[in-house]
C-alpha cells in the first residue's frame, strides 16, 4: 500500500511538472460557474496560459492581496465593489491598466490613474424563500424589516468578508441622519436577526430549508440560484437600493502581467460580456454596448438607485465595520438598551 501511494504521488508531480503553461490565479466572488466557464473560454482562446481561480469574498480577495503584497499569488483581482477595490489603490495594492473600452464607463466606476475599473452595475435586493413569503407578505422596504414580524426570520451573510454585504451596511448607516443612528438600526436589524451565514453556500441552504426566510443580497445571485433550484425571489426597496459598481484590476507586482492583460480583456469584451448578461445576470458598466444584445429585463425594468456617498463610504465603511462586528453583532437588543438614542 504504501509503495502504491509512493507511485501515485509521484504520477500526480509529474504530471503538475509536465504543465508548462503559464500559470494565472484569478482571485475573485464571482461563483463556481462563471469562473469555470470564463476559465474554460479563457484557455480555449489562449491555450498557454493556465487559469487558476480561487472564489472568494470581494473583501476576503482585497485582505489576500493585501496579506501578499511583498510576494503576490494572484495576478488579476475579479469582483468586488468600488469602494474597496479604491482602498486597494490608494494602498498601492494594485497596477494601472487602461483597457480598450475605458471610455464606456463612468467616472464613478474608473478608478484613479485607471487602478481599477467597473465591469458590471450590482443592484442589491431583499431576497426571500417565495414558499413562505408569498406576495402580499413581502417586505417592500428597508424598514420593514425591522418590524415584529420578521424577528427570527431573517439570515445574513457575514458582513466583513462580503463586498455585497459591506456595501449594504455602508449604505444603509448612511441613509440615516447620523452614524449613531445608522448603528441603532442595524442593531435593531440585529435583534431580528436569527444568524449570521458564514459565507453565500451557507447562506442559500439555511433560506432554502426555511431556517429563515428573508435575506439582504445581491440581484444576478438571487436569479443564478433560482436558476440551480432555490426557491428564491427578490424585492427591490422601495425607497432605493445602492447598485455596487463591481470592479476588475490587475495586482500590483503581478506573477504574470502580459497573462493578466489578455485575461482582463477578455472576461471584459463585448462578446463576454453579453454572454455574461445572459446566462448570469450581470448588468454590463460599459455603455457602448448594443441594447439589442442585452436581456430585455435589463433595458426595460427601472432600478429605484440610492444616492452613496462612494468616497465616504471607502474611506469610513472599514470603522463602520468593526464598530459593527465588536458593538452590535449578537447583541442588538442589548445595544439598543444602551444607546437608546433621542
Request: hydrophobic content about 40%; glycine content about 6%; aromatic content about 10%.
Given at each position: 500500500m504504501r509503495v502504491l501511494s509512493?507511485?501515485?504521488?509521484?504520477?500526480?508531480?509529474?504530471?503538475?511538472?509536465?504543465?508548462?503553461?503559464?500559470?494565472?490565479?484569478?482571485?475573485?466572488?464571482?461563483?463556481?460557474?462563471?469562473?469555470?466557464?470564463?476559465?474554460?473560454?479563457?484557455?480555449?482562446?489562449?491555450?498557454?496560459?493556465?487559469?487558476?481561480?480561487?472564489?472568494?469574498?470581494?473583501?476576503?480577495?482585497?485582505?489576500?492581496?493585501?496579506?501578499?503584497?511583498?510576494?503576490?499569488?494572484?495576478?488579476?483581482?475579479?469582483?468586488?465593489d468600488g469602494p474597496t477595490f479604491s482602498r486597494a489603490a490608494s494602498e498601492g495594492l494594485l497596477a494601472s491598466y487602461t483597457p480598450t473600452w475605458a471610455d464606456?464607463?463612468?467616472?464613478?466606476?474608473?478608478?484613479?490613474?485607471?487602478?481599477?475599473?467597473?465591469?458590471?452595475?450590482?443592484?442589491?435586493?431583499?431576497?426571500?424563500?417565495?414558499?413562505?413569503?408569498?406576495?402580499?407578505?413581502?417586505?417592500?422596504?428597508?424598514?420593514?424589516?425591522?418590524?415584529?414580524?420578521?424577528?427570527?426570520?431573517?439570515?445574513?451573510?457575514?458582513?466583513?468578508?462580503?463586498?455585497?454585504?459591506?456595501?449594504?451596511?455602508?449604505?444603509?448607516?448612511?441613509?440615516?441622519?447620523?452614524?449613531?443612528?445608522g448603528y441603532r438600526w442595524l442593531a435593531q436589524l440585529d435583534a431580528n436577526t436569527k444568524s449570521y451565514a458564514a459565507n453565500p453556500a451557507q447562506l442559500y441552504l439555511s433560506v432554502a430549508r426555511e431556517e429563515g426566510d428573508v435575506s439582504l443580497w445581491n440581484m444576478p445571485d438571487t436569479y443564478i440560484q433560482r436558476d440551480n433550484g432555490f426557491p428564491f425571489d427578490y424585492v427591490l426597496p422601495s425607497s432605493g437600493t445602492p447598485v455596487l459598481q463591481d470592479g476588475i484590476a490587475i495586482v500590483a507586482g503581478a506573477p504574470a502581467p502580459d497573462a493578466a492583460r489578455l485575461f482582463y480583456e477578455h472576461v471584459t469584451s463585448d462578446s463576454a460580456l453579453v454572454d455574461q448578461?445572459?446566462?448570469?445576470?450581470?448588468?454590463?458598466?460599459?455603455?457602448?454596448?448594443?441594447?439589442?444584445?442585452?436581456?430585455?429585463?435589463?433595458?426595460e425594468n427601472a432600478i429605484p438607485e440610492m444616492d452613496v456617498d462612494w468616497e465616504r463610504l471607502s474611506t469610513e465603511g472599514p470603522t463602520w465595520m468593526q464598530y459593527w462586528d465588536e458593538n452590535i453583532k449578537g447583541r442588538g437588543a442589548e445595544y439598543l438598551e444602551e444607546n437608546p438614542g433621542s
Open positions: 509512493l507511485t501515485l504521488v509521484l504520477v500526480l508531480l509529474a504530471g503538475c511538472a509536465s504543465d508548462e503553461r503559464t500559470s494565472l490565479v484569478v482571485y475573485s466572488p464571482h461563483g463556481k460557474e462563471m469562473l469555470a466557464d470564463s476559465e474554460q473560454a479563457f484557455e480555449a482562446r489562449y491555450p498557454d496560459i493556465n487559469v487558476q481561480w480561487i472564489d472568494m469574498g470581494g473583501q476576503d480577495a482585497y485582505d489576500r492581496i493585501r496579506t501578499e503584497r511583498a510576494n503576490p499569488t494572484a495576478s488579476v483581482w475579479w469582483g468586488g464606456a464607463v463612468s467616472a464613478e466606476g474608473r478608478g484613479e490613474d485607471d487602478m481599477w475599473l467597473s465591469t458590471y452595475l450590482t443592484p442589491e435586493v431583499l431576497l426571500l424563500n417565495e414558499r413562505t413569503v408569498p406576495e402580499g407578505e413581502r417586505p417592500m422596504d428597508w424598514d420593514e424589516l425591522l418590524e415584529p414580524e420578521w424577528a427570527d426570520r431573517i439570515i445574513i451573510r457575514y458582513p466583513l468578508a462580503s463586498s455585497t454585504m459591506r456595501t449594504i451596511w455602508g449604505a444603509l448607516i448612511m441613509r440615516q441622519p447620523t452614524v449613531e443612528d448578461a445572459t446566462r448570469y445576470y450581470r448588468i454590463p458598466a460599459r455603455t457602448d454596448l448594443d441594447p439589442d444584445t442585452l436581456p430585455r429585463w435589463m433595458i
